[in-house]
Nanobody
Framework: QVQLVESGGGLVQAGGSLRLSCVAS????????MGWFRQAPGKEREFVAT????????SYGDSVKGRFTISRDNAKNTVYLQMNSLKPEDTAIYYC?????????????????WGQGTQVTVSS
């Protein structure tokens, strides 16, 4: 069992940046593939990014490639999402999630543990 707590969301103007953090409880954080997903009102949950256990492998959703960067610090039990060049369409609740089976796929059902989410709002 792992608990995830996101932070760092807020209101930002288009073109700005935010850095989200997700801190995990427990001593097995380094054994999980971690991911970020987002959900806008009236839309399905969307894959944003995933990172392997060591941090050596990452992948991104097409809508954020080149603008967002996922990273992790296993010593701090934390995964980050650096978001640059933000657009109004990036407005959503952002969730971090853990996949204990390390499948590394952009599929929400693969992830067993979820945080409560943090709101990101980008104004035009």
């Amino acid at each position: 069992q792992v608990q995830l707590v996101e932070s760092g969301g807020g209101l930002v103007q288009a073109g700005g940046s935010l850095r989200l953090s997700c801190v995990a409880s427990g001593r097995t954080f380094s054994s999980y593939t971690m991911g970020w997903f987002r959900q806008a009102p009236g839309k399905e949950r969307e894959f944003v990014a995933t990172i392997s256990r060591s941090g050596g492998s990452t992948s991104y959703g097409d809508s954020v490639k080149g603008r967002f960067t996922i990273s992790r610090d296993n010593a701090k039990n934390t995964v980050y999402l650096q978001m640059n060049s933000l657009k109004p369409e990036d407005t959503a609740i952002y969730y971090c999630a853990a996949d204990p089976w390390n499948r590394g796929r952009p599929r929400a059902p693969d992830y067993s543990y979820w945080g409560q989410g943090t709101q990101v709002t980008v104004s035009s």
